[in-house]
Every structure is written in structure tokens, then in C-alpha cells.
């Protein structure tokens, strides 16, 4: 954690573009904690209350939550120019070497060996979801009994395969509402 | 293929909106609409295209533009992987600017992060049953999924490490 004195800010959308590339490159299976160690440790842009202020903003809120943050920490400091750089710095790069990956797919998934590795991988890729989800089922958010809604959100999707936009449509409010209604119950 | 792009545009706009925690909640809805409903690509694909995206730096969304791709080529993948960061993005941009710094909002924005905090888990973990899904009838990969998970869940070991294994356990002809 940096003292609020020792802080810097971009000088440039260009180093704002910069930073988000190079912490999007480094991250594999989730982005964030690299974009704190980036952006908190090394630039010292923003302090570490700042940054998990602005990741709980995002949150709030659908999209990719790394996307979301670049897009609050740019604004914050170039608006809608800053909110660009940093968004397109963090997806450029990928985006083009992920087109690659598909060109090569389209190209050899034929091959049998092509075909074993990639079965193998998503194997594991369907495993480390779970495990996302397993390690945010730990948060001090679901120890309630609203955890019900994940569960009945899980089975709506899952085996009822009922359509998203209708799921969300009951279970955002009613979840939120339970939320709300919690808080006042323990002020 | 003008049609495919506009529909391809819209199917994700709207799941851009409803991605609470995320593009990996919205992957079943993903599979229903591009495998179930308009059938551009196999189970199979799909499962193989998110393998790859996991393969690869960057953030999870970009799983989009390998969908995009498998389903309309380069055009595709330019469409869904705007439809699938614009309306989301600008939603936070003027979320943030006209709501959220306002004083008062964080006991809102706590409101809504308990709220959504449990459907996100839901959502998530719906995406990673209808990933290992596709091998069902796979016993020992099933058996490696699950192995996945219990590791990456309980320790730290960096999750390339495991996407490697998984590579070399398939190569090597165990699932």
C-alpha cells in the first residue's frame, strides 16, 4: 500500500494504454489480482482502498469486471479518451492473438492429436470455472440464508434451462430486495 | 451472412446487459443461442473454443470473438466481441460518472454487490456444469475435471500449469 504522497497519475492515454496491455497480457484465468499488483504496487495510480472502491463499483454493475474497471480508471483521468485507451489496451492485444488461436483451430482441430489436447484442456477449463465459483461461494456475501438465490439461480439455468434475461428478471430484484431488507434488520 | 452478423450483434448486446459478474455467467445462454437455437457450431466446438480462450492471456470476455469467429469469421468476431463490451461499458462509464460517486451510492452499491454476489456464484457454476457437460460420457474426463477444480479451488498453483496438464493427459490418451 502506497502513501498517499508517493502516488503518480498517467501522464498520457498512450501510458494508460500501455499499462493495461501489458496487465492484460499477464493475466491467464482472471485478470485482476495482476491489474492490482500493476496498478497499485508498481504505477501507484491509485491506493489499495481506491482500487477495491472502484472493482466493487464495478461489480454493481454487468460486463467483464476488468474491462469495467479500466474503463472507471481511465475516465478518472483522460474521460472518455482515458476510458478508451485503457479498455483498448487491455483488449487489443488479446483479442488479435485469441483471433489466432482460432485461425490455428479452424485450421487443426482435425488432427487427432489437435483433438486429444484440446479435449484434455477442456476438461481442466471446465474445472477451473467450477473452482471459480466454488472460491467465490467462500465470500462473507453469501453467508445467509439469501445464498438460496444462487441456488435456485444455478437450477433455473442449469436443469430447468430456462432463459436468462427471465431469471434475472425474478431473481435480481428479489435478491436485491432481500438484500436491502437484511441490512435494515442488522443496521 | 449480413442476417448472421445482426443476429449475432443483438444476441450479445443483450447478454453484454445481462452479464452480472461477467461473460462466464452468460455462457449457457451463449451455448442455447448459438448451439441449440441456431446451430453454428457442435457442443463439441463450443467446449473446445472456451478451452482455448482459457489458453490464451487476456480477459475471460474474449471468449466471445472465438465464438464470433466459429460463427460468422473475422466480421463475426469483431461483432460479438463489440455487442459484448460496448453496452456494458457504456453503461459503467455513465453509471460511474453520474451515480456512483455520488455521496450516498456505496450503501446502494453494497446493496447490490449482496444481491447479486449469490446469483453470480449460481450463474458461474451453471457455466462450469454445462462445460463438463460435454463429457458426460467421459469418465476419466470427468474424473480430470474434477481434479481441476479440487486443486485450483484449494491451492495456488497457477492455473497454465493445469491447462498444460490437462493438454498432456489428452495428448497421452487418457481422456
Same mark, same amino acid.
Given at each position: 500500500m502506497s502513501p498517499e504522497g508517493a502516488r503518480n497519475v498517467p501522464r498520457s492515454p498512450g501510458e494508460l494504454f500501455y499499462a493495461f496491455m501489458k496487465l492484460g497480457l499477464q493475466g491467464f484465468g482472471g485478470v485482476l489480482p495482476v491489474a492490482r499488483h500493476t496498478l497499485?504496487?508498481?504505477?501507484?495510480?491509485?491506493?489499495m482502498d481506491e482500487f477495491t472502491d472502484i472493482v466493487s463499483r464495478c461489480q454493481a454493475l454487468p460486463g467483464p469486471n476488468i474491462v469495467n474497471v479500466s474503463i472507471c480508471i481511465g475516465a478518472r483521468h483522460f474521460g472518455a479518451r482515458g476510458a478508451l485507451a485503457a479498455c483498448g489496451g487491455i483488449l487489443a492485444v488479446p483479442f488479435v492473438m485469441v483471433l489466432m488461436l482460432g485461425v490455428l483451430y479452424s485450421g487443426y482441430a482435425q488432427l487427432p492429436a489437435v483433438a486429444a489436447a484440446l479435449r484434455g484442456v477442456s476438461a481442466v477449463a471446465a474445472g477451473l470455472i467450477i473452482a471459480t465459483a466454488l472460491r467465490m461461494a467462500g465470500s462473507k456475501r453469501l453467508r445467509s440464508w439469501r445464498a438460496a438465490f444462487g441456488i435456485a439461480a444455478f437450477a433455473a439455468v442449469s436443469v430447468l434451462r430456462l432463459p436468462l434475461a427471465l431469471v434475472l428478471a425474478v431473481a435480481v430484484p428479489l435478491s436485491i430486495a432481500a438484500a436491502w431488507f437484511g441490512r435494515k434488520a442488522a443496521p | 451472412m449480413i442476417e448472421r452478423l445482426g443476429i449475432l450483434a443483438a444476441d450479445f448486446a443483450m447478454l453484454s446487459l445481462l452479464s452480472v459478474g461477467g461473460a462466464v455467467s452468460v455462457l449457457p445462454e451463449m451455448h442455447r443461442s448459438l448451439v441449440d437455437v441456431h446451430g453454428w457450431m457442435s457442443s463439441r466446438e463450443f467446449s473446445d473454443l472456451f478451452a482455448l480462450a482459457q489458453a490464451a492471456p487476456g480477459p475471460n470476455v474474449l471468449v466471445v470473438s472465438l465464438f464470433g469467429w466459429q460463427a460468422a469469421g473475422m466480421a463475426g468476431a469483431v461483432v460479438t466481441t463489440l455487442a459484448m463490451i460496448l453496452p456494458s461499458s457504456l453503461l459503467t462509464y455513465y453509471a460511474d460518472r453520474l451515480?456512483? $460517486? $455520488?455521496?450516498?451510492a456505496a450503501g446502494w452499491r453494497e446493496i447490490i454487490d449482496n444481491g447479486l454476489a449469490p446469483i453470480t456464484v449460481g450463474l458461474v457454476l451453471a457455466s462450469g456444469v454445462l462445460l463438463a457437460g460435454a463429457n458426460i460420457s467421459n469418465i476419466p474426463a470427468m474424473a480430470c475435471t474434477a481434479a481441476a477444480a479440487l486443486i485450483a479451488w484449494r491451492t495456488r498453483v497457477h492455473p497454465l500449469w493445469l491447462i498444460a496438464a490437462g493438454a498432456l493427459a489428452g495428448i497421452a490418451g487418457i481422456v
Open positions: 497499485v504496487d508498481s504505477y501507484r495510480w491509485l491506493s | 451515480l456512483w $460517486r $455520488r455521496a450516498g
